[in-house]
């Protein structure tokens, strides 16, 4: 099954050296200190940093570890900071966004999770994931996994974690202004469904359990859990919901008194530990206090910290481990930081080096996509990738929808638009017109709905919301 990271038993080799510090020692009894919270960022951050490759690469064929960037970004340490060897030219967030440029990324049998992984990590480092370059647009990536026969899921159903990871990019990969880019129609049905897939334990796994008693009814995972509540709440879902708070009676259920670690189907890990924290960090929780402090008054951070190589800063993945391991370290600290699965870029120290970098123009002749949702009103909402190739800098929203028709994945999305040209008003959308007050309207970017026209003006990387209403 494909998953939004490489599995963490694949450690990455380190130099023996950076194994070879002392594990930070706490308290008998306490929870982790501000000071300890802030020297483990520090040497954490240090040793992600020990990961860069010599071009300036965190990313590549094979084991990858882009998740640094989510990391960083929770610490305050902004992507474009990170450099090898004093180059500038070769920081961390120019390197990751030419890689995400190229025609070749991610592979040749791309997965829904790829793309998230993607617009997680972008959006972290200063990228705006819509508008990475005139060629590459991540949410359109991720909108042509729209599953029409299961309105809600992303990727094969069967792989929930697509779905998951669906929610965490497109809720949480927020505009540079901040606010929402996707529509609440689509966001809804991603809620839904995710809901509809949390065990009866109040947890969740990879898996598909919708529909299927059995599964519904097993063990539930602790990282599956952290992801699941955190893309609940990055929806928008309050962390006093019902599901939410399930979710995390669900991680305290798990908690091991000694430690404050999670037992979790993999055994007790500081990947597992980082996925829960993150959920909690997500809704809000304190990982720290109430119901996160055991009787021997331990901490899922005390956890991580206690796991932790200082000065090196490196994690291990099991206490019984000798080295550190790079995808337990990223997960870890970002949990110590008190992150979530990602987190706005920080402004970055480096003289002239903007918080954001994307895309401001179509390149005429360059095939680029968009991503576009149809509500009709009556809960029938399409989602789908438009692949067209601009003439201009800019295009319109009549030429979108007339792409649409011929050009979307998946298909169906926009069957027939009135007027067929022209720059007039949108009169009727997939053999739907206008009636009263009851008018196609259309949002770019989570703006307000507006009625829609076909000589609206649509730029690279608009994300376009059409919708039938009052």
């Given at each position: 099954m494909?998953?939004?990271?490489?599995?963490?038993?694949?450690a990455?080799?380190?130099?023996?050296?950076?194994?070879?510090?002392?594990?930070t020692?706490?308290?008998?009894?306490?929870?982790?200190?501000?000071?300890?919270i802030?020297?483990?960022?520090?040497?954490?951050?240090?040793?992600?940093?020990?990961?860069?490759?010599?071009?300036?690469?965190?990313?590549?064929?094979?084991?990858?570890?882009?998740?640094?960037?989510?990391?960083?970004?929770?610490?305050?340490?902004?992507?474009?900071d990170?450099?090898?060897?004093?180059?500038?030219?070769k920081?961390?967030?120019?390197?990751?966004?030419?890689?995400?440029?190229?025609?070749?990324?991610?592979?040749?049998?791309?997965?829904?999770?790829?793309?998230?992984?993607?617009?997680?990590?972008?959006?972290?480092?200063?990228?705006?994931?819509?508008?990475?370059?005139?060629?590459?647009?991540?949410?359109?990536?991720?909108?042509?996994y729209?599953?029409?026969?299961?309105?809600?899921?992303?990727?094969?159903?069967?792989?929930?974690?697509?779905?998951?990871?669906?929610?965490?990019?497109?809720?949480g990969?927020?505009?540079?202004?901040?606010?929402?880019?996707?529509?609440?129609?689509?966001?809804?049905s991603?809620?839904?469904?995710?809901?509809?897939n949390?065990h009866?334990?109040?947890?969740?796994?990879?898996?598909?359990?919708?529909?299927?008693?059995?599964?519904?009814?097993?063990?539930g995972?602790?990282?599956?859990?952290?992801?699941?509540m955190?893309?609940?709440?990055?929806?928008?879902?309050p962390?006093?919901?019902?599901?939410?708070?399930?979710?995390?009676n669900?991680?305290?259920?798990k908690?091991?008194?000694?430690?404050?670690?999670?037992?979790?189907?993999?055994?007790?890990?500081?990947?597992?530990?980082?996925?829960?924290?993150?959920?909690?960090n997500?809704?809000?929780?304190?990982?720290?206090?109430?119901?996160?402090?055991?009787?021997?008054?331990?901490?899922?951070?005390?956890?991580?910290?206690?796991?932790?190589?200082?000065?090196?800063?490196?994690?291990?993945?099991?206490?019984?481990?000798t080295?550190?391991?790079?995808?337990?370290?990223?997960?870890?600290?970002?949990?110590?930081?008190?992150?979530g699965?990602?987190?706005?870029?920080?402004?970055?120290?480096t003289?002239g080096?903007p918080?954001?970098?994307?895309?401001?123009?179509?390149?005429?002749?360059?095939?680029?996509?968009?991503?576009?949702?149809?509500?009709?009103?009556?809960?029938?909402?399409?989602?789908?990738?438009?692949?067209?190739?601009?003439?201009?800098?800019?295009?319109?929203?009549g030429?979108?929808l007339?792409?649409?028709?011929?050009?979307a994945?998946?298909?169906?999305?926009?069957?027939?638009?009135?007027?067929?040209?022209?720059?007039?008003?949108?009169?009727?959308?997939?053999?739907?017109?206008?009636?009263?007050?009851?008018?196609?309207?259309?949002?770019?970017?989570?703006?307000?709905?507006a009625g829609?026209?076909?000589?609206?003006?649509?730029?690279?990387?608009?994300?376009?919301?059409l919708?039938?209403?009052?």
């Open positions: 494909s998953r939004p990271r490489t599995s963490r038993r694949l990455l080799a380190v130099p023996a050296a950076l194994g070879a510090f002392a594990l020692a706490l308290p008998a009894s306490a929870t982790s200190s501000p000071a300890q802030a020297t483990s960022k520090t040497n954490g951050v240090a040793y992600l940093k020990s990961l860069q490759a010599a071009d300036g690469s965190y990313a590549g064929s094979g084991l990858s570890n882009e998740w640094a960037f989510s990391a960083f970004a929770a610490t305050g340490t902004a992507v474009v990170v450099y090898p060897g004093g180059d500038t030219t920081n961390a967030r120019t390197v990751y966004r030419n890689l995400l440029s190229t025609s070749g990324w991610p592979s040749a049998s791309p997965v829904v999770t790829d793309y998230e992984r993607g617009a997680l990590n972008a959006y972290a480092a200063g990228i705006d994931p819509a508008r990475v370059s005139a060629s590459r647009n991540l949410v359109a990536n991720i909108y042509a729209w599953q029409t026969a299961e309105a809600g899921y992303f990727g094969p159903s069967g792989n929930f974690n697509g779905t998951v990871f669906a929610a965490l990019s497109l809720g990969a927020r505009t540079q202004a901040g606010g929402a880019r996707v529509p609440q129609a689509l966001t809804d991603m809620v839904t469904r995710i809901r509809a949390q009866v334990d109040g947890g969740w796994t990879y898996n598909k359990a919708e529909g299927n008693p059995t599964v519904l009814n097993s063990a995972d602790v990282d599956m859990t952290g992801a699941a955190a893309a609940l709440c990055a929806s928008g879902v962390n006093t919901d019902t599901d939410v708070v399930q979710a995390k669900f991680l305290k259920s908690l091991v008194t000694a430690t404050g670690a999670f037992n979790s189907m993999y055994g007790v890990n500081t990947s597992s530990n980082g996925w829960g924290v993150a959920g909690l997500a809704c809000g929780f304190n990982p720290q206090t109430g119901d996160f402090l055991t009787v021997a008054g331990k901490t899922p951070i005390d956890f991580l910290i206690a796991n932790q190589y200082n000065p090196a800063g490196g994690f291990k993945y099991k206490p019984t481990d080295t550190p391991s790079a995808y337990a370290s990223i997960d870890a600290l970002r949990a110590v930081a008190g992150g699965f990602t987190a706005a870029p920080p402004v970055p120290v003289p080096a918080q954001w970098v994307a895309q401001t123009a179509f390149t005429a002749g360059t095939a680029t996509k968009l991503a576009l949702t149809v509500d009709d009103g009556a809960g029938n909402l399409k989602v789908c990738s438009v692949a067209f190739t601009p003439t201009g800098t800019t295009t319109t929203l030429d979108v007339t792409a649409a028709t011929t050009a994945t998946p298909s169906g999305c926009v069957t027939s638009v009135t007027p067929a040209s022209g720059s007039g008003t949108v009169t009727d959308v997939n053999g739907k017109a206008n009636s009263g007050s009851n008018t196609w309207k259309v949002s770019i970017d989570g703006s307000a709905f829609a026209a076909r000589g609206q003006v649509v730029g690279v990387g608009d994300t376009i919301a919708r039938w209403g009052a």
